[in-house]
T-cell receptor, first 113, second 116 residues
């Protein structure tokens, strides 16, 4: 089975600054999807951004963008102009075309005012 | 409103008892998932199902069982064989993964299970 690794248990950023969360994965598949989900204290999982592996262009959603390096099996999330509401747990996820979906251990992001 | 519903929100179990967590979705999704969340360990896959009457084990299936008799429902039973069942459990659903489609997984609000 595929594995997802988030090597940063905790990260901190100053409000209005930029922060990058890291994610690597291990797979032998050539086609798959990658996701970043946000989990605020309410514990509701919220999709932040998705990336299809066959697309070379990095996905962008407003202040959120990814750096997808397929050969390196790396999928980092960049949050620009950080806001207090961005404080949450962030999970990286890998989904196969057989619908198996695995998550990393998460990174807790703190935003300092 | 379309969505995915988990019940109950909080559940208490005595040691040695089986308990069933409910997960229902009205999104017409084919794929459904159960995850366990413990502090510092992220979401670990217990089971997932792609179609009715079919399901696959995840990384931590021991001590758990599931059924998929209807497309809308994917209940999880925590059996007495699960030695450390206290955790937060999340159910999710999604369409099949298809290139170019909206492949977002939708999550329920979770069930907090505590062994007393």
């Amino acid at each position: 089975a595929q594995t997802v690794t988030q090597s940063q248990p905790e990260m901190s950023v100053q409000e209005a600054e930029t922060v990058t969360l890291s994610c690597t994965y291990d797979t032998s598949e050539s086609d798959y999807y990658l996701f970043w989900y946000k989990q605020p204290p309410s514990r509701q999982m919220i999709l932040v951004i998705r990336q299809e592996a066959y697309k070379q262009q990095n996905a962008t959603e407003n202040r959120f963008s990814v750096n997808f390096q397929k050969a390196a099996k790396s999928f980092s999330l960049k949050i620009s102009d950080s806001q207090l509401g961005d404080a949450a747990m962030y999970f990286c996820a890998y989904r196969s075309y057989n619908n198996d979906m695995r998550f990393g251990a998460g990174t807790r992001l703190t935003v300092k005012p | 409103d379309g969505g995915i519903t988990q019940s109950p929100k909080y559940l208490f179990r005595k040691e040695g008892q089986n308990v069933t967590l409910s997960c229902e979705q009205n999104l017409n999704h084919d794929a459904m998932y159960w995850y366990r969340q413990d502090p510092g360990q992220g979401l670990r896959l217990i089971y997932y199902s792609q179609i009715v009457n079919d399901f696959q084990k995840g990384d931590i299936a021991e001590g758990y069982s599931v059924s998929r008799e209807k497309k809308e429902s994917f209940p999880l039973t925590v059996t007495s064989a699960q030695k450390n069942p206290t955790a937060f459990y999340l159910c999710a659903s999604s369409i099949f993964l298809v290139a170019g489609a909206n492949t977002e997984a939708f999550f329920g609000q979770g069930t907090r299970l505590t062994v007393v």
